[in-house]
């Protein structure tokens, strides 16, 4: 009997749960060995990358063909269709579809690919505006983190000019747009409301700030030609600004909110189920390359700039993706600060599936107006256990544990894990987050949706 079946005849569930496995258990063949999947350019597709580079995915009998993707909507589209077999996705995409924002679809994630890895920029107009107004340090330099309350006078200046003062995001289920608006809405600024009841899909119901769509590797194009006065999105395209020298990234997302959630690996839940053996040998192969790019404290960093600089991949400058792969990270030109958790692969649990980052998406989902009503505790817990299947990751873990690949150690306390981050108040604006109560967490905002309310 294989992992998966032994598995599905034999396990206990608690919340999606796997019940121990034995060592000797192994992973049953590929139902389908010839694979393509999808990635956006970002440096946080890099556990592909890594896994076709180290032959983490030909080890598990996995011949997989990468291909970058125009943008996002087209990445799940084709996932949806069956053009691609997985792709490199927008931690909110799997929620989204599964609840129809935007795209009806019943996409699951058993493998989050990292931590951190955004930052938010502004166009140097913007910043000279800003700065006059900021904390410095004994050196001059502006302490961070940086309150969007320091944006006020500019969107000031824009207000008696006659104009909006527009800012870009990748989606509108994205980690990039939910860290703008609450970084905006921490510093007493409104970010706009979607209301797709009324028909209104813009995000910009009441907004102070307009945010808008713009794929990733656009963004400083887009700023430098004026379109938009600022962004958030993840690397390269932060230091891009820098390099150029025609933005200033202000505020990381792990200053917003540390060791958040960012992209995870997902797949057609039909697919899931058709293939349960080549889906679980693919979470493998990810969590060894994983591991590969945090190992020895990021010993193996600067490989994996040059295999990402390579125009298959990321296709920027080697330069450029090493300034936040590498430990530091760059806001004005010349002020450099140590970063080594910019980005982060596999250390603190990145690569686990939890219910309450799901939770967490869709908390804020309820707060802008995607969730336009009120919903129980327990339904956005069972909205989590649709998507997010950590019972894969642990079937996967196992294997590679009982194979000699990665060692027990690597995943401290696995089998006591229930899927929930603990409890944590290190957000920017001092609210307490506790996944498995998100009503008590939405209800401490004072801009957003909050309780009973609705558009």
């Not at 180290?54 to 996995?62: A, T």
């Not at 102070?208 to 938009?228: C, D, N, R, Y």
């Amino acid at each position: 009997m294989n992992l998966w079946q032994s598995t599905a005849a034999a396990c206990t569930l608690a919340f999606g749960l796997a019940a121990p496995l034995a060592a000797q258990d192994e992973t049953g063949p590929a139902e389908k060995d010839e694979l393509t999947l999808g990635f956006i350019k970002l440096t946080d597709m890099a556990p592909l990358a890594i896994a076709y580079e180290k032959g983490f995915f030909e080890d598990e009998g996995l011949y997989v063909t990468l291909e970058a993707q125009a943008n996002w909507k087209v990445l799940l589209d084709r996932v949806i269709s069956g053009e691609l077999d997985g792709a490199h996705m927008l931690a909110g995409q799997p929620i989204g579809a599964s609840l129809g924002i935007g795209t009806q679809a019943d996409i699951i994630t058993a493998f989050s690919m990292d931590l951190n890895g955004n930052a938010i920029t502004v166009a140097n107009e913007v910043w000279a505006a800003m700065k006059p107004h900021l904390e410095l340090d004994d050196a001059g330099k502006p302490v961070h983190p940086i309150s969007a309350s320091a944006l006020k006078p500019a969107l000031e200046q824009y207000r008696q000019g006659g104009k909006s003062l527009n800012m870009g995001m990748v989606f509108p289920v994205s980690s990039h747009n939910y860290e703008l608006r609450y970084w905006l809405a921490a510093g007493g600024i409104h970010p706009g409301y979607y209301a797709p009841h009324k028909g209104d899909n813009s995000g910009q119901l009441q907004a102070e700030v307009l945010l808008s769509v713009t794929p990733p590797p656009q963004m400083p194009a887009t700023l430098e030609a004026g379109t938009i006065a600022g962004y958030s999105v993840g690397e390269p395209w932060n230091q891009q600004a820098v390099l150029k020298k025609i933005g200033v990234p202000v505020i990381t997302n792990h200053d917003i909110w540390p060791y958040n959630p960012e992209k995870v690996f997902g797949v057609n839940k039909a697919w899931a189920e058709q293939h349960p053996n080549t889906h679980l040998r693919l979470v493998k192969a990810l969590l060894r390359a994983a591991h590969w790019l945090d190992e020895g404290d990021n010993a193996n960093r600067e490989e994996a700039v040059e295999i990402l600089s390579q125009p298959y991949y990321v296709g920027a400058d080697k330069q450029v993706i090493a300034a936040s792969m590498t430990g530091s990270f760059e806001y004005e030109p010349g002020d450099v600060r140590p970063a080594p958790d910019f980005n982060v692969f596999f250390r603190h649990d990145a690569t686990y599936p939890y219910y309450s980052d799901a939770v967490w998406f869709m908390t804020q989902m309820r707060r802008w107006g995607q969730i336009a009503e009120a919903q129980s505790d327990d339904w956005y817990l069972e909205q989590a256990r649709r998507v997010y299947r950590p019972d894969i990751y642990t079937q996967a873990a196992r294997a590679l544990i009982a194979e000699g690949k990665l060692g027990a150690d690597d995943f401290p306390g696995l089998d006591q894990r229930d899927g929930f981050r603990p409890v944590t108040g290190d957000f920017i604006d001092g609210a307490t987050f506790d996944g498995r109560k998100p009503n008590d967490y939405i209800d401490q905002f004072t801009i957003g949706l909050t309780g009973d309310t609705r558009l």
